[in-house]
Antibody, heavy 125, light 108 residues
């Protein structure tokens, strides 16, 4: 069964940084694009960033561009999100999710078929 | 940037049909997906490519997409369908994913 397990969340001060991880199992990781989605407390889902299966292309929401970096290690079957210059507006549960296809931004499979349980990032002094 | 709009809430009686809509400019030219999220849980894909159901999703869930509106329809709604529902599409001009604001479905 496909599993996605996020880690790395926690309490961080404004202006600080964290690296989130998402460990994937039970599928050929390099064959799928991956995405990060976040959800602020009591709010809706917000797409954050995506990366192709080979790691060659990355995509970002305007709200995080220049502050967040998505990457992946296909040998370790792990997705990462380096988040920096954090503000209160970045407080959220961060989910990793699998795209249905290898390419994040092209083709007909630009939806998310499996999700992790999420990791909470709280930005506060 | 591309935006998707959903009504904040929809109410339905058990056994009746619930329709949840998602609006966006020329949304019918894109593929829409729908996710169900129950309190304290991760989202679950219930409809993809406008009208396809993943394995394990009951047949009472269906979808359509035309013009500026995508619709998620739940026939014979059950109490366990009470949840937040989000539509999602991909904005090809910015290469970004987009979610609607979510609709809270109440079964009463």
């Amino acid at each position: 069964e496909v599993q996605l397990l996020e880690s790395g969340g926690g309490l961080v001060q404004p202006g600080g940084s964290l690296r989130l991880s998402c460990a994937a199992s039970a599928f050929t990781f390099s064959n799928y694009a991956m995405t990060w989605v976040r959800q602020a407390p009591g709010k809706g889902l917000e797409w954050v960033s995506a990366i192709n299966g080979d790691g060659g292309s990355t995509y970002y929401a305007d709200s995080v561009k220049g502050r967040f970096i998505i990457s992946r290690d296909n040998f370790k079957n792990t997705l990462y999100l380096q988040i920096s210059s954090l503000g209160a507006e970045d407080t959220a549960v961060y989910y990793c999710a699998r795209h249905a296809g290898k390419e994040a931004a092209t083709g007909t499979r630009r939806y998310f078929d499996y999700w992790g349980q999420g990791t909470l990032v709280t930005v506060s002094s | 940037s591309y935006e998707l709009s959903q009504s904040p809430s929809v109410s339905v009686s058990p056994g009746q049909t619930a329709s949840i809509t998602c609006s966006g400019d020329k949304l019918g030219d894109k593929y829409a997906a729908w996710y169900q999220q129950k309190p304290g849980q991760s989202p679950v894909l219930v409809i993809y490519q406008d009208n396809k159901r993943p394995s394990g999703i009951p047949a009472r869930f269906s979808g359509s997409n035309s013009g500026n509106t995508a619709t998620l329809t739940i026939s014979g709604t059950q109490a366990l369908d009470e949840a937040d529902y989000y539509c999602q599409a991909w904005d090809t001009s910015t290469a970004c994913g987009v979610f609607g604001g979510g609709t809270k479905l109440t079964v009463l």
